[in-house]
């Protein structure tokens, strides 16, 4: 524990009146007592005329949320139902599109139009199998009806049958491919048979990427287009295997791109369940405030902090160091000496721990009153320089 020897003298003058005998008086010297008062190696004194010029200021010990903070970096991304990539189902040739990279498309917005003869003979067949349907059905029910009165054999419902139910499958599977190619059935007849079909927006967002022009012919493996909705992202973070039990669910991330100083908000969704071979594992985060700026593929810089815990803490400022260790300083009493008001702070050495917000964590002595205890909490390092000035300190 540093020691601090304060000596004060205080010099009390007495005048000693010996005895007088009859007729012969003899008068002694005037003896100058001196009296010492040594302060405890932990206590410091101030007047109050140099604890107004330090601008000391004292408080109490604070039950505080204090968060630690881990540096990671990161890219935003997108979850995979909030992209999509658009190609067309059975190919054809593009026979209009006005978009461009960039543009805002809502879902089942038309992103070109596609022109092939096969949209024809498909449309065709849907519906002569639908017509023939119609008249399978009848027989079908007309040959069970007499099968029940013995007009008809078995064998002949068994041959109806049959072609009912290939008919009804032949109508259910041209129906799916109309539904492939966005033409829905029940709005098909005769008289609206098109060889062009509308290629839409399977979700709304932003165009990425767009490879179409017109006249082009695309394949069903050509990738059309590829659209970002960026009101949902979310941040990829890579952290170190020694970070893995300081992270979970719900912990607030603030996160800066481009060297910006804007500060855009975050949690925790979702935690990695593996280490890489780099001993690196991934956290996601879901990107909780409006940031227009921020774009898909963009690299961050980010701050997850710990989770919120309540415990001792002061302002940074009220903590002092020296010789690798921390004090802070604690309200002792007032007192009057030789007519003037003093006051006392002891020196007490404590632990730090996170600092955030302006504010420590301190780990104080066993036994220590934290409700009745004031602490210098501004001037705390005026103390100090009081206390090496008034006498030696040492560790």
Avoid: W
Wanted: contains cysteine.
């Amino acid at each position: 524990m540093t020691k601090l020897n304060f000596k004060l003298s205080i010099i009390i003058a007495g005048l000693i009146i010996s005895l007088n005998s009859c007729n012969v008086g003899d008068s002694k010297p005037v003896a100058a007592v001196i009296v010492t008062e040594v302060l405890p190696e932990d206590i410091v004194e101030l007047r109050d005329d140099q604890i107004k010029l330090a601008g000391i200021q004292t408080g109490l010990i604070e039950m505080r949320s204090v968060s630690n903070t881990i540096k990671v970096n990161g890219i935003v991304s997108v979850a995979p139902q909030n992209q999509a990539t658009v190609s067309v189902p059975l190919g054809g040739f593009i026979k209009n599109t006005t978009l461009l990279p960039g543009d805002a498309v809502i879902k089942g917005q038309t992103l070109a139009v596609i022109e092939n003869q096969d949209f024809v003979d498909i449309q065709q067949n849907y519906l002569e199998a639908k017509n023939k349907l119609v008249f399978a059905q009848a027989e079908y029910k007309r040959h069970t009806d007499l099968y029940k009165d013995d007009v008809y054999s078995e064998q002949n419902v068994q041959q109806v049958t049959v072609e009912y139910k290939n008919l009804k499958a032949l109508v259910k599977s041209l129906e799916q491919k109309l539904f492939l190619i966005g033409i829905n059935p029940d709005q098909l007849g005769d008289e609206n048979i098109s060889n062009k079909i509308n290629l839409v927006s399977p979700i709304k967002g932003y165009l990425k990427a767009v490879n179409v022009n017109i006249g082009k012919y695309v394949s069903p493996t050509d990738i059309l287009f590829e659209i970002v909705n960026s009101d949902k992202l979310f941040l990829e973070l890579t952290l170190f295997e020694k970070d893995a039990d300081k992270v979970a669910l719900g912990q607030k991330i603030k996160f800066f791109i481009n060297n910006e100083t804007e500060v855009h908000e975050a949690s925790i969704s979702q935690t990695g369940k593996s280490v890489s071979a780099d001993k690196t594992f991934r956290v996601y985060g879901t990107v909780t405030s409006a940031c227009k700026n921020v774009l898909p593929g963009m690299y961050v810089n980010a701050l997850i902090e710990e989770s919120d815990k309540k415990v001792t803490a002061l302002p940074s400022e009220a903590i002092v160091s020296f010789n690798d260790k921390e004090y802070i300083f604690v309200f002792e009493k007032n007192k009057v000496e030789a007519g003037k008001a003093m006051t006392e702070y002891r020196i007490l050495e404590v632990k730090k721990g996170v600092t955030s917000s302006g504010y420590t964590e301190i780990t104080l002595p066993d036994g220590f009153d934290l409700n009745a205890a004031k602490i210098v909490i501004k001037g705390a390092y005026n103390l100090l320089s009081a206390k090496k000035n008034a006498g030696e300190m040492a560790c």
